[in-house]
């Protein structure tokens, strides 16, 4: 199985702020990435696929980028609704595996 | 829109079968471009892939699961389900269904788990 890797595992930010998060895979998936944003008692949404392609109705404030084994998921200016918990997850194989998730706090 | 509507009981005695479904409306479950997936979300433990069944009905399992897992398509109705037995208490989590749907993107080919059922709250009890 594909580990996924991401750091950091919470992380304390204002309002404005911009923030990165990592996401590493144990082996070599491509762009085959996605990242998902979970918020308490809800089930997760995809904000990204391809590594860098937004989903539909995502706001622009979110990008992704990497290839291979290596990927960020940066929000350029953190909104009140953007704090949540991300996660990444890799579409290259089955079983789909995800990172542990990052916990975006104020 | 597409939506996922899950269904069926929150708590499962141990040794007894998890049983979960999950409807699918505004999208087709015999769609050629869809898995139709379980994952779950264990206290401590993050998301875990359970598996899919495809459109032809051919299905893949997480290898941890495979001995207790079925995961079934009844496109009649537009569902699919989830039977998982002999459960313990560490099988006590959020089950979510989902759609992990191909995205065709200038020649190339990329999956996205792009809608999910609101998620079950399953509690295995003795």
């Known amino acids: 199985d594909i580990q996924m890797t991401q750091s950091p595992s919470s992380l304390s930010a204002s309002v404005g702020d911009r923030v990165t998060i990592t996401c590493r895979a144990s082996q070599g998936i491509v762009n085959a990435l996605g990242w998902y944003q979970q918020k308490p008692g809800k089930a997760p949404k995809c904000l990204i696929y391809a590594a860098s392609i937004l989903q539909s109705g995502v706001p622009s404030r979110f990008s992704g980028r990497g290839s291979g084994t290596e990927f960020t998921l940066t929000i350029s200016s953190l909104q009140p609704e953007d704090f949540a918990t991300y996660y990444c997850g890799q579409h290259n194989s089955h079983p789909r595996t995800f990172g542990q998730g990052t916990q975006v706090e104020i | ?126």
């Open chain 2, 1 to 126: 829109q597409v939506q996922l509507q899950q269904s069926g009981p929150g708590l499962v005695k141990s040794s007894q079968t998890l049983s979960l479904t999950c409807t699918v409306s505004g999208a087709s479950v015999t769609s050629t471009d869809s898995y139709w997936t379980w994952i779950r979300q264990v206290p401590g433990k993050g998301l875990e892939w359970i598996g899919f069944i495809s459109y032809r009905g051919s299905t893949n399992y997480n290898p941890s699961l495979k001995s207790r897992l079925a995961i079934s398509v009844d496109s009649s109705k537009n569902q699919f389900s989830l039977n998982l037995s002999s459960v313990t208490a560490a099988d006590t989590g959020v089950y979510y269904c989902l759609r992990d749907r191909l995205y065709s993107i200038s020649r190339y080919y990329y999956y996205a788990m792009d809608v999910w059922g609101q998620g079950t709250t399953v509690t295995v009890s003795s």
